[in-house]
């Protein structure tokens, strides 16, 4: 995903790998108000619809922070 490292929030991706709901290693911003890209990688992404919408995965704040994302992207990997 692409954002903008505003200030010093904390982020992960919130996710369903089919069983149960999982979470990746936090990202720490660093507040140097830079574009920036982080590339998640998780080991099983189930579209089963378990977030408030039927989303199926989302970015998840830590803490009390605002962070500011321009663009997520999955890709599945064969």
Do not use: C
């Not at 954002?3 to 979470?23: C, H, I, M, Q, T």
């Not at 920036?36 to 579209?47: D, G, H, Q, S, V």
């Amino acid at each position: 995903g692409t954002f903008v490292d505003a200030n010093k929030a904390r982020w992960r991706l919130e996710y369903s790998d089919g069983a149960a709901l999982a979470v990746t290693s936090e990202i720490t911003n660093q507040g140097d108000a830079q574009v920036k890209t982080a590339t998640l990688f998780i080991p099983k992404l189930a579209a089963d619809h378990r977030f408030p919408g039927g989303v199926d995965f989302r970015l998840g704040i830590v803490g009390n922070e605002d962070a500011e994302f321009t663009m997520v992207r999955v890709l599945k990997r064969d």
